[in-house]
Nanobody
């Protein structure tokens, strides 16, 4: 059974940084695309970033390009999201996800491995 556990969320002022972690178990990390999604109050869940199993391919939503960086350590079965220059519009619950196909991650189609989410709040 796949389990994804996020950590690292919190309250930060605009312009600040946070680093989220997602610890995975029940899977061989290198075989899975990992992604971070977020959902703000009253809005639909959206993809933020994704990274291929070997770390060579990444996707960034336009809204976070140049500010967020996704990385992974397959030896630790862990994926990281470094978030810099945070803005109030980044406030959301951030979810980690795993899937075997990159297209599934980009479309959220068939992604059935999710973490419980971690709250990120950015004050102005």
């Amino acid at each position: 059974q796949v389990q994804l556990v996020e950590s690292g969320g919190g309250l930060v002022q605009a312009g600040g940084s946070l680093r989220l972690s997602c610890a995975a178990s029940g899977l061989i990390a290198s075989n899975y695309v990992m992604g971070w999604f977020r959902q703000a109050p009253g809005k639909e869940r959206e993809i933020v970033v994704a990274i291929s199993g070997n770390g060579k391919n990444t996707y960034y939503a336009d809204s976070v390009k140049g500010r967020f960086t996704i990385s992974r350590d397959n030896a630790k079965n862990t994926v990281y999201l470094q978030m810099n220059n945070l803005a109030p519009e980044d406030t959301a619950i951030y979810f980690c996800a795993a899937d075997s196909a990159f297209i599934n991650m980009l479309t959220m189609r068939g992604v059935n491995s999710w973490g419980q989410g971690t709250q990120v709040t950015v004050s102005s």
